[in-house]
């Protein structure tokens, strides 16, 4: 073998090596953006759980939040009827 044949065989397996290291590497981030959609879609087919456990407990503190004033006019009312009951005695 002559030395120019060498230098291009050692030409070719640069060419073809850098081919591959570059092959390598798209197909590396492509299994890295491939995770990301996956996980992004593991989360989004769990977001209606979530909301409708979020949805859930706010209608829940609502319910007792609006149940507030009407207790504290009962509690009002019991304390003046107690008033009463303890001024006629």
């Given at each position: 073998?002559?030395?120019?044949?060498e230098?291009?065989?050692?030409?070719?397996?640069?060419?073809v090596?850098?081919?591959?290291?570059a092959?390598?590497?798209?197909?590396?981030?492509h299994?890295?953006?491939?995770?990301?959609?996956?996980?992004?879609?593991?989360a989004l087919?769990?977001?209606?759980?979530?909301?409708?456990?979020?949805?859930?407990?706010?209608?829940?503190?609502?319910?007792?939040?609006?149940?507030?004033?009407?207790?504290?006019?009962?509690a009002?009312g019991?304390?003046?009827?107690?008033?009463?009951?303890?001024?006629?005695?």
């Amino acid at each position: 073998m002559s030395a120019s044949s060498e230098t291009e065989l050692a030409a070719q397996v640069a060419v073809v090596s850098a081919q591959q290291q570059a092959d390598h590497d798209r197909i590396t981030d492509h299994e890295a953006r491939l995770r990301l959609v996956e996980s992004a879609v593991v989360a989004l087919s769990s977001l209606p759980k979530l909301v409708e456990d979020l949805e859930g407990r706010q209608r829940g503190d609502e319910r007792y939040r609006y149940a507030l004033p009407l207790t504290a006019l009962t509690a009002l009312g019991s304390v003046v009827a107690t008033i009463i009951t303890l001024i006629v005695k």
